[in-house]
């Protein structure tokens, strides 16, 4: 049987003052590795926050194949913005490369559970001010109860819906109220990933909050899978 192969992938700012932190960091990460039977890793590392100087990680996306996992501590480090963040991980996936990170848990798509009797909440998050915002909404709305209707076996039972030009603090209320919520419900219901949040490291951190398997029209189901 061929030995299993992964690498780890980290980013620091290259600041002098914080060479320690990033030698703990990927220690850290290399025992993370070791601890899923992966004692043999590759490891590449940017000194820089600049997302378009990652040489290292461009470096390893061109011989991903090659591996089997990438640990990473988190999925921020994979993209910045949240949709190419996950395009890039659906894209390693597709590659047979598993992600694992020690802050946002795995990354697991499986199969959704259409036939299982899920409560659902909807959201929806239009990120300008058109002047025929209402309409979209009400699409939006309208499709993913179309969705819940005619291709699950799934319950709506809350929609939440916010504009927000820019999605900064503050600004999606109703998704505020949404994660205030009761855990009274089994899985949230979205068209994108990015509707929860354009930056990455925040849509990570409402996942969290949330606590939920995800279930993305266009992104497909994120089971809400802690470390092993």
């Known amino acids: 049987m061929p030995q299993k192969t992964a690498a780890i992938y980290h980013f620091t700012n290259g600041s002098t003052k914080r060479p320690k932190i990033y030698r703990d960091q990927l220690h850290n990460l290399e025992e993370f590795a070791a601890s899923y039977g992966y004692t043999n890793v590759d490891i590449y590392c940017d000194k820089t926050l600049i997302k378009g100087e990652q040489v290292e990680f461009k470096r390893f996306l061109a011989v991903a194949d090659q591996y089997d996992a990438l640990f990473v501590k988190d999925f921020y480090h994979i993209g910045k913005n949240t ?81 927000s030009p820019h999605q900064n603090d503050g600004e999606q209320i109703q998704l505020k109220q949404l994660l205030e919520r009761e855990r009274d419900f089994d899985l949230l219901l979205v068209h994108n990933m990015l509707d929860l949040h354009w930056r990455a490291s925040k849509t990570c951190k409402i996942r969290e909050k949330l606590g939920v398997d995800i279930y993305s029209l266009q992104d497909g189901y994120l089971r809400y899978g802690r470390r092993k």
Do not use: E
């Open 83 to 163: 949709g190419m963040c996950f395009d890039t991980m659906h894209q390693l996936r597709d590659k047979g490369v598993m992600i694992h990170s020690m802050d946002n848990g795995d990354f697991v798509v499986d199969s959704a559970p259409f036939d299982k009797p899920l409560r659902v909440i909807g959201y929806v998050c239009l990120c300008r001010h058109p002047k025929s915002q209402d309409i979209l909404i009400s699409i939006q709305q309208d499709v993913l109860q179309l969705f819940v209707d005619k291709k699950t076996n799934w319950k709506m039972v809350g929609m939440y819906t916010d504009v």
